[in-house]
């Protein structure tokens, strides 16, 4: 069998009646010429003279031996003919209808002259005069007894009468005649034209446009999502779980705004500090609500209670002692407390944080609680007594909107949650830059984004430099490719936010590097690491410690 290029047709081309004729030259080429044979299928080409004059043209087959040299046809169906008041050629089907065609013979010669020169032109050939031949394949028409034209002569030609034996007839073509100036394509040769005509390219994304076309799909999917609010409208109480992109944060911002909107005093909390910091951001002139970190909560309203709080202590002050204060100053002065407390990122809380929120809501008869959940998360409290006994929603949020599929292929190989369905754009590969050590990582980060910046492609706002390990912020210090950085939790627009993973959870960008991945390894850390980039996830590390991130063996390193 021949070596095809493409190996196999593509369906567009299988189903189109037109091109039936090519369909069966190519299955003849490929089952019945000898292996050391290279047939290349359709295969466009463009040029332009010295006066800017530019031409374009398609060989249908282009057949290569090492020996014979070069074959270019070009295949013709239907029953042809040619006027001969203006020299048109005509092809005219089963049904009758005729179509103007292009002199075969006359294209597959210009193919032939242009490769040649390509192939010259790239010094493949090393000056050899390399035997090279061109005819045309009409198979649906018979053979007659005289030429065609002057430059068609019928040994140069194919019909139907040849389609049983096209085999025979390709070898006789490539190999008859004797001119002592011709040389053979030789190996080399074969190299050359398969990297004319087969070469893999793969460029790289410009990043800035994918970031905006895939922004656009996120944002759109994400606004869907607001009409699963009216269906909870009636449930005072609910738990609302879904993974990591599913929207949850998005309605509780939408759910705490209506809340409010509605005229009651309503709370928007989580544990994180830079996610409420996100929150307070993005509910900015909402009367009536108030977002706040759940501990920096209890000290608000403890200071504005009365009630005594160490300025400092141990664990124990934010386990026990802070939430104990909230209840104590909600008891002593009821006007601190609200009519709807909505908790994002509730898997974070303990249930006895949850039972002292709930005592905040002022009237329990008409008061609303609602508590946003990611049951795969289990960063900071394994407890789930207080959310499991809620109602649960009926409608659970399966659909991962925030992150394009590839980067949702990698995060779901850490989820053991419900599953969820992909419904964001394909986007890009998640990259990968295998570093030997951390110093070499450092310096691979920040040409990559210095290149990314400098090209316009992305604003330092929509990056996020994410860390497993403080050492390597600590290495990083106060910029990264001449920008400055910021924390989490003050983020700024021309700025790099660099920070931990587990201090970034809740959050999103654009565009996500992860560096100091040798501390990433509790599974639950790498869902959240890997889930946090909308368009781009770049992983920064050893080659042994990407492939761990993405569950693959590593490749041997240089």
Known sequence: ??????????????????????????????????????????????????????????ADFIIAHAEHGLLFLEVKGGRVSCREANGQWLSEDRDGFKFRIKNPLSQARSSKHHFLKRLNASRALSGRFVRARHGAILPGSARPRRALAPDAPLEIIAFGDNMKTLDRWIVRRMTEGDDHRESALGLDGLRALEKLLASHFELRAHIGISLADDAKTIERLTAEQSWILDSLADNKEMAISGGAGSGKTVLAVEKATRSAADGRLTLLTCYNAPLAAHLRTICQGNEGLVVASFH??????????????????????????????????????????????????????RDSWLHALRLTINDPETGGFYVFYDDNQRLFSPEKGFIDALPASSIALTRNLRNTRRIYALMAKWYQGRRSIPAGPEGEPVGTMACRNGEMALARLNERISQMLNSGQVAPGQIAVLSGTGDALTALGERIAGKPTCRADDVRPDHIVLDTVRRFKGLSRPCIFLIGIEGLTDPELIYVATSRANVLLELIGTAEDIARLKQEVAAAGP
């Open 1 to 58: 069998m021949a070596r095809m290029y493409p190996r196999e047709l593509p369906r567009h081309v299988l189903d189109n009646p037109k091109l039936s004729s090519e369909v069966r030259v190519y299955e003849c080429m490929r089952d019945k010429l000898p292996g050391d044979y290279n047939c290349y299928y359709s295969r466009s080409w463009h040029e332009a003279d010295r006066d800017g004059a530019e031409f374009d043209g398609e």
């Open 296 to 349: 920096a909560l209890c000290r608000a309203l403890a200071q504005k209670a009365g009630v005594e709080l160490p300025s400092d202590g141990d664990q124990s002050v934010f386990d026990h002692l802070l939430p104990e204060a909230l209840v104590e100053a909600v008891s002593n002065n009821p006007d601190l407390g609200f009519d709807t407390v909505i908790i994002d990122e509730g898997q974070d809380f």
